[in-house]
């Protein structure tokens, strides 16, 4: 059974910097990606980050692109999400999920998620 954790959240001001962290167990992730997500209140969940384990192979939204970097240690199973320059409207709960296969943008291509991590940005 995989189980993802994520840690790393918190509050911070706007400008500021977190780095959220997912520790994958259960299975060698070689061959899975692993995409982060974010949930704002009273909004959809919105794709944020993906990364091959295997390959390193990696896609952003739009939103966070030159802000936030997607990284992994594969000997740990951990992937990282460093997120800088952060703006009030990156406040959300936070996910990492996994999946056998290419990354993909959509949530429901996902088959394990973890419980979440709150970030919260004020202005």
Request: net charge positive.
């Amino acid at each position: 059974q995989v189980q993802l954790v994520e840690s790393g959240g918190g509050l911070v001001q706007a400008g500021g910097s977190l780095r959220l962290s997912c520790a994958a167990s259960g299975r060698t992730f070689e061959t899975y990606a692993l995409g982060w997500f974010r949930q704002a209140p009273g909004k959809e969940r919105e794709f944020v980050a993906a990364i091959l384990w295997g390959g390193g192979f990696r896609v952003y939204a739009e939103s966070v692109k030159g802000r936030f970097t997607i990284s992994r240690d594969n000997a740990k199973n951990t992937v990282a999400l460093q997120m800088n320059s952060l703006k009030p409207e990156d406040t959300a709960v936070y996910y990492c999920a996994t999946r056998r296969g290419i990354v993909s943008m959509r949530g429901n291509d996902y088959d394990y998620w973890g419980q979440g991590t709150q970030v919260t940005v004020s202005s």
